[in-house]
Structures are given as C-alpha cells and as structure tokens.
C-alpha cells in the first residue's frame, strides 16, 4: 500500500474530509479565525493601549482616531475589546486544559485502578455534578478571589466531572480488549495503561470537550467578570466591560460601549459551538460527509 493511500485511510484524515464537508463547521471555523486573529496580533502593534487615557475623548463616538468609540474614561474601546478577547481565551483555554487533565486523571483512574478506586472517584464526580452549578461557580469565586489565576482556578473546578464520566465509560470497554488484557498481564501499571492506551483511545473525547467546553469557559469568565468577581479592572475582559457599561445612561447614549463586547462574545460563542459540534460529528467514525 503507497504512503498516499495509508494517509488517505489515515481515520484523522477522514475526520478531516467529514469535518470540511460540514458546512455550518466551515462557517464556524472561518468565523473564529475572523475573531481570533485579530485579537492574537492586535497588541503586537506599536501604541496600543488599552489603560491609555484620553481625556479629550470621553465617551467618544465611533470616528477615525478611535474606531469603536471611547469609554467614561476616554479609553479607546477597540483596544479594550481585543484585549478583552485575549484575557478570555487565556483564562478560558487555561481552564480547559486544567479540566481536561483532572477529567481524564479522574476517569482513568476509576476505569484502571481497581473497586476503590472507581467507588472513590465516581463518589466524588457525583458529589460536584448534583451541586448547582451556577452556586458552586458563585460560592468558589467568592472563595477564591479576583484576578487570572483565581478565575482559571474556578472554571476548571466547575467542568470536569462531565469528561471524567466520559472518560471512565469509555475506558471500562477499553480494558476488556485483548492488547489492555496482555499489557496488565506483562506487568503494566496504572500510569503505563494510561499513557500508552487510555489516552490515545480518548483523544477524540478530549478534542470535543475542549472545543465545546472552550465556549462555556469563555461564557463563563464574562459572567463572573460582569458580576464583579473575575477579571478586576482596570485589566479588560468582555465580562467587565459589559458590567461598566450596564448603567441606564451607557445603554441609551453610548451604546458602542456594550455593543462591541457583547457582538465579540456572541460570534466568539457562536463560532466555537459550530467548530465543536463539527468536530463532534467528524470524530464519529459513523458520520457521512453530507
């Protein structure tokens, strides 16, 4: 068989061809490289600064010399708003990754590390999956305080118990398999299963997770910033800045105050849920190119 043929049959590349046969996961990937991008390399460029106070320009209309507007305080909204965007993806995708790790530590551990170890993992994913999550959100960022570390803190502890279901209900089956069988037979260990097979045999719940996930941690950042308990000014992020601007008079008169972040949230939100639902759909060996 020529290696052209192998990479074709390759199942990632056939992920791939489902995943571009996917029109709404085309428009959702199109779009969030349409907000991601700028928001990557807008700070690279020389006199941006979003603190940076105009006091000729308070609660400026939108014109040449300041895109969006300005803010109360004279603030170039534009610059706020990309380095609003780049403080959620850092907190969100931070988050992400400390929930995927301790998800798939807990699931794999359950499925590979004998009857107490399942019994001790599952009671523990229970207890935090039957608590409110809006109230565990709440309680833990009073708990833990403003600031990046804080707010990565509280969303990872707030998403993993779902992957960690997954992750174990996935591995169970694994484990029966001939290859796990013959590899704890020889002597493998709990790390070793997982490294070597849990992790490569969950690499497509991982994908889906975090491309869903990475939407609710963003959404989920702008909510506890609005409310005055994750990102503190004067550090932008689309949650604070939608909480400067709820007053009655920003609402009426200044409306590209909130337009502009809360415009960047939704396509931001948008565009992921499209990209992980297409993911979702090409990782499903059963899915047909549409």
């Known amino acids: 068989m020529s290696a052209l043929a192998t990479w074709r049959g390759h199942p990632l590349t056939q992920a791939a061809g489902r995943f571009a046969g996917n029109p709404l996961a085309m428009a959702g990937l199109i779009l969030l490289l ?3 991008l700028p928001v990557i390399f807008y700070g690279m460029l020389p006199g941006v600064d979003p603190n940076a106070i105009d006091l000729t320009a308070l609660n400026a209309p939108p014109d040449a010399a300041h895109w969006l507007g300005t803010d109360g305080v004279g603030r170039d909204v534009l610059a706020r708003v990309m380095e609003g965007g780049r403080i959620s993806l850092v907190v969100a995708g931070s988050a992400v990754c400390v929930s995927m790790l301790i998800g798939f530590l807990v699931g794999a551990v359950a499925a590979f590390g004998g009857a107490l170890a399942n019994a001790a993992a599952m009671r523990a ?17 009073s708990i ?12 990872s502890l707030l998403s993993w118990p779902v992957l960690a279901r997954l992750v ?16 704890r037979g020889m002597g493998g260990g709990v790390w070793y299963l997982m490294t070597r097979h849990a992790l ?8 889906v997770f975090a491309t869903l996930q990475l939407a609710q941690a963003i959404l989920a950042e702008a909510g506890l910033s609005f409310l005055g308990m994750g990102i503190p000014p004067p550090a932008a992020s689309w949650g604070n800045m939608l909480n400067a601007a709820r007053s009655t008079v920003v ?20 565009a992921i849920n499209f990209v992980g639902d297409g993911m979702s759909a090409a990782l499903n060996p059963r899915s047909e190119v549409g």
């Open 200 to 207: 490569p045999n969950c690499f497509d719940i991982l994908i």
């Open 144 to 155: 833990a305080g403003q600031g990046i570390a804080p707010t990565i803190l509280v969303i």
């Open 125 to 141: 994913t229970d207890l935090a999956m039957t608590l409110p999550p809006v109230v565990l959100l709440l309680v833990l960022a």
């Open 168 to 183: 174990r209900a996935r591995l169970l089956e694994l484990r029966e398999r001939e290859f796990v069988v013959a590899a």
């Open 34 to 36: 349409a907000v991601l």
């Open 251 to 270: 609402l009426e008169h200044y409306p590209w105050q909130w337009l502009s972040p809360g415009i960047a949230l939704l396509l931001s939100e948008l």
